[in-house]
């Protein structure tokens, strides 16, 4: 039994309390003239597009265009604090693997190659020459088969185009990307029914929506500067709905921390309506919503008629759905859907955003078509104020899938890199994320290589994927920073140091697309690490272009040696081969900084087979648990960055000083006949197996009954690997269903 690691919700996001926390971890890691610097360049036109989220920044930037969060990502990456060979000569990887995933990045900043070479347990310096004619080496013995490349969402355009035409050009597909374990089910999900695979809005859109629906999604702490919009959006009246088992706090009152009304008021409140829903409780309530549109016979002819197909049998199947059923597996009560389906109806223009509250069940695709279907019954998509909205991760993630980062590119990008490079890709589809571990643990991938992420603590089921890791010949990671995937090495190992977002990279620019199809520039201001008896740290790109001279022939023609140089001719590559992007170099350096993306859908064009939208049926997901069983949801708390933990708090939701809780409902936890501030394992069950993940005290907590939520990655180890989404293959990492046992 301990002290239950809780103080109470605050009512309140942001304001003052932000503005000290932010400043507070910047002035540690970066000092304060660093600092400075690097926060007055953060969001603005020529300075560094924040290394946080993938929200937009609006035209008109303000002095500080920054949230707490994405000062403490800065913070984080700028650290004065330096890792050399001789922490590695000091300790083996045995040993250094004993250390929290904490103490890792806390080393700082890596700024020399090491070699972990076969049979020894430590890691020693290398020489850059050195390091890439090794791996060289050893991927040309393998063959291109049994290699994988790795993508994280921070990688630059230009990174990224250059690392997918090093595969191609290597001969593999083989390009999982973190978008795999985030939005794919989104991807997927669009691209069936709108014939696009990302949102249909911008930013100017939610000035002009009348109704915002904020599904499965947390901004207030993974997208705080969305709250900025939103609170605009309801400041001049538009009605702002949360569905989401928790009633997260960014979502009830905001206190816009560079405005005095934020700083001296109470707080402008968000969210006009909370819809609590169970988790993956989505589908029934979506279906719920449009049942009831149907049912008033509120759909829109003109807009369906014209635009869209499979109407009919939409209308059918919904209209036979039973509302018991409904209200039952939504765990919503009928009349607050009711009156949400009123509140849609008279809305002129609605927008729905979601993040991975939707993209992480095994019904995930469905989740996301059925909002499509809710929008499409009364043509929200397509038009001013309306649209659907994914909201991205990874700052770049969209980025790096138009850079053609995906194990199933378009035979006609292929066709383009074809022409424009004359070499012949390959066309056999790769292996995304779930796939490359399958295929690690069965020898058939004998080599991965990492541009940055941390792919061991982001992927499901720890165990095996640690395992199928070590077996692996080679790893070799991209990285600023050690974490759990470098201290769980292939046979042989490399760990490539490489500049980060804020860097200073001679003066150069590189590129990135927001969460809206907006491509601009991000310029690093910051003297980089390192140290003058080591040769300089290389940006992505230059490391990319001096691996492909060391892995591809002698003859190779492909001109790396000048664009690891010159960045402008790798843009002119780019827009060569990726549509949208002619005139790349020119339009990132006009006075609008850069340039939007066409998108078909969001002006109202479907590009699918029949060039209509489409309505799709699915089967509500029932819920079934035995009587000891929850649904455990697996969540980032507001002091983390996916796999790199700042601290132990939640401020947010009232934790603080441990990260083992797990949030269940008081209700559960008397009927379990448990107490709160008791320690617990919990037990993942799924087809018969059992996994574990040890030590974690109860919290009771405002959630809905028979659900859980405990935080990411500490539980990945319950995410078996084959639970994943249906057609999208992501972890269903939000849907676990667990047991809790006492210690
Ligand atoms: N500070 C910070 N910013 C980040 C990140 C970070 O780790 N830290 N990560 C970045 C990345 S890569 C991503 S993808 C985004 C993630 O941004 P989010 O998707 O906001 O992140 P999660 O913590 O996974 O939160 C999921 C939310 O969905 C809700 N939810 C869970 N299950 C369900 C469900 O079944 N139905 C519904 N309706 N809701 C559900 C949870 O209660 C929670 O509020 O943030 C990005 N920004
Ligand atoms: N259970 C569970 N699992 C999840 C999720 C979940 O909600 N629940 N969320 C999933 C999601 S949405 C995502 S996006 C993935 C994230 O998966 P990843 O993108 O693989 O993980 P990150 O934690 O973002 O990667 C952090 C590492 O990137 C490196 N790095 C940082 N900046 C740079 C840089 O500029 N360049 C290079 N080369 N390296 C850099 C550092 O070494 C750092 O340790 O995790 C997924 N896993
Ligand atoms: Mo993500």
């Not at 509302?323 to 939504?330: N, Y």
Request: charged share 20%.
């Amino acid at each position: 039994m301990t002290d239950v690691p809780s103080t109470g919700v605050p009512t309140v996001s942001a304001g003052v309390t932000a503005v000290g926390v932010a400043v507070g971890m910047v002035g540690r890691e970066m000092g304060l003239v660093r600092g400075a610097q690097g926060l007055l360049a953060l969001n603005q036109v020529h300075g560094i597009d924040c290394p946080g989220c993938a929200w937009p920044e609006p035209a008109e930037r303000a002095r500080f265009e920054f949230c707490e969060n994405g000062a403490k990502h800065l913070a984080h990456e700028a650290t004065r604090d330096v890792v050399t060979a001789d922490l590695f000569r000091q300790r083996s990887i045995r040993d250094l693997a004993r250390e929290s995933d904490r103490w890792l990045e806390g080393q700082g900043r890596l700024i020399e190659p090491v070699l972990r070479r076969r049979g020894s347990d430590h890691f020693e310096a290398v020489s850059w020459p050195e390091a890439f004619a090794h791996i060289g080496r050893v991927l040309r013995e393998l063959g291109p088969a049994a290699t994988a490349f790795y993508t994280s969402g921070r990688t630059s355009n230009e990174a990224a185009f250059l690392w997918q035409l090093l595969a191609r050009r290597f001969g593999t597909n083989n390009l999982p990307d973190c978008s795999n374990l985030c939005h794919e089910s989104s991807g997927k999900a669009l691209s069936a029914t709108l014939g696009v695979s990302k949102g249909t809005v911008q930013l100017s859109d939610f000035e002009k929506a009348d109704l915002i629906l904020v599904v499965g999604q947390n901004p207030g702490t993974n997208h705080p500067r969305m709250l900025a919009t939103l609170e605009a959006a309801a400041r001049r009246g538009c009605h702002i709905v949360s569905i989401n088992p928790l009633a997260e706090v960014g979502l009830v009152r905001f206190k816009h921390p560079q405005h005095v009304r934020g700083i001296l008021g109470r707080g402008t409140p968000i969210a006009s309506d909370f819809v609590r829903v169970r988790i993956n409780g989505d589908v029934a309530l979506f279906q719920a919503l449009s049942k009831a549109v149907l049912e008033r016979e509120a759909w829109q002819p003109d807009f369906i008629d014209a635009s869209t197909s499979g109407f009919a049998a939409f209308r059918e199947h919904s209209l036979g759905l039973s509302w018991e059923v409904l209200v039952a597996e939504s765990g919503v009560p009928r009349t607050q859907i009711e009156a949400l389906a009123e509140r849609y109806l008279q809305s002129r223009a609605v927008i729905a955003c979601w993040a991975m509250g939707l993209t992480q069940h095994e019904n995930a695709v469905a989740n996301i078509q059925e909002l499509v279907n809710l929008l499409l019954l009364r043509g929200h998509v397509g038009r001013p104020g309306a649209g659907l909205c994914p909201v991205r991760g990874h700052s770049n993630v969209q980025g790096d899938r138009t850079m053609g980062i995906t194990p199933t590119p378009r035979p006609a990008f292929l066709d383009r890199l074809r022409d424009a490079f004359d070499f012949e890709p390959p066309r056999a589809p790769g292996l995304d994320v779930v796939d490359t571990i399958r295929a690690l643990r069965e020898g058939r991938v004998r080599a991965l290589l990492s541009m940055g992420g941390n792919f061991l603590a982001a992927s499901p089921d720890t165990t095996a994927t640690a395992a199928a890791l070590t077996s692996a010949r080679l790893t070799v990671q991209v990285l600023t920073k050690l974490n759990r995937t470098a201290v769980t090495p292939g046979e042989e190992a490399l760990l490539l140091p490489c500049l980060g977002r804020s860097d200073d990279d001679r003066g150069r620019f590189v590129s990135v697309e927001n969460s809206m199809g907006f491509v601009h520039t991000s310029r690093g201001s910051l003297t980089p690490p390192g140290r003058t008896d080591l040769a300089p740290v290389p940006s992505e790109p230059e490391l990319v272009c001096a691996l492909a001279s060391a892995l591809l022939s002698a003859e190779e023609r492909l001109p790396w040696r000048h664009w690891a140089q010159d960045y402008d001719a790798i843009r002119d590559a780019i827009a060569a081969c990726v549509p949208g992007f002619q005139d790349m170099n020119a339009r990132l350096r006009a006075p609008e900084h850069g340039f939007l993306l066409p998108n078909a859908a969001r002006e109202g064009r479907f590009e699918t087979a029949d060039g209509r939208a489409l309505f799709t049926t699915h089967p509500t997901p029932t819920l079934a648990l035995a009587d000891d069983e929850l649904l455990l949801m697996t969540i980032r708390t507001h002091d983390q960055y996916n796999t790199t933990v700042y601290s132990d708090d939640d401020r947010y939701r009232g934790i603080h000083g441990e990260r083992r809780v797990v949030l269940v409902n008081v209700a559960d936890l008397e009927r379990l006949g448990l107490t709160a501030g008791q320690w617990v394992d919990i037990v993942g069950r799924f087809r018969g197996e059992e996994s574990v993940a040890e030590r974690f005290v109860l919290i009771p907590y405002d959630i809905p009954e028979r659900c859980a939520a405990a935080y990411f990655p500490e539980t990945n180890a319950l995410v078996p690997l084959d639970h994943v989404a249906r057609v999208s293959n992501t972890p269903a990492s939000k849907s676990l269903i667990v047991a809790l046992r006492p210690r």
